[in-house]
């Protein structure tokens, strides 16, 4: 069975900087968007709530 996001956009995020010592509300961010440790990525559905979060957090995270 094919992935729901297989023939959606997507964008792949990447966190690229710790999240020690942020704002509780951008670390809720950074796991909103399923990422964990330093340099996981998260491939999600490319949407204008998720541009928001990766907006947010544009200092902590890449997009690849």
Do not use: F, W
């Amino acid at each position: 069975m094919p992935s729901k996001l297989a023939h959606k956009k997507t964008v792949t995020v990447k966190l690229v900087r710790s999240v020690a010592g942020t704002r509780e509300s951008h670390r809720a961010t950074v796991r909103g968007l399923g990422l964990r440790k330093l340099n996981g990525e998260s491939v999600l559905e490319d949407t204008p709530s998720v541009r928001g979060m990766i907006n947010k957090i544009s200092y902590l995270v890449k997009v690849l």
